[in-house]
């Protein structure tokens, strides 16, 4: 299984990104998919999930800017940030599965003030 994680980069606040997950080697479609972020010093924390069947939820501090999306026939979830915040900056990884099970490399954002 592979999970490749692209999109980051610097971004002045108030900016938006849009982060892509593309997943191979598993069956896409069957798995609740998630994008979670690292800042330094800080543990991993959930930042937005989608179902297999297409729910979604968000971490309070990400609600109303950020939205995920999964398109099942390219095998890719996305991140849509919007108004971007200092405190958004992390390394944001894109994982597979509800526990999860696997796990993508992690693309770097970076929000400046």
């Known amino acids: 299984v592979q999970l490749q994680a692209s999109g980051g980069g610097l971004v002045q606040t108030g900016g938006s990104l849009r982060l892509s997950c593309a997943a191979s080697?598993?069956?896409?479609?069957?798995?609740?998919m998630g994008w979670y972020r690292q800042a330094p010093g800080k543990q991993r924390e959930l930042v937005a999930r989608i179902t297999y069947g297409g729910g979604t939820n968000y971490a309070d501090t990400v609600k109303g800017r950020f939205t995920i999306s999964r398109d099942n026939a390219k095998n890719t979830v996305y991140l849509q940030m919007n108004s971007l915040k200092p405190e958004d900056t992390a390394v944001y990884y894109c994982?597979?599965?509800?526990?999860?099970?696997?796990w993508g490399q992690g693309t770097l954002v970076t929000v400046s003030s």
């Open positions: 080697g598993l069956t896409f479609g069957a798995y609740d």
């Open positions: 994982a597979a599965g509800r526990r999860p099970s696997y």
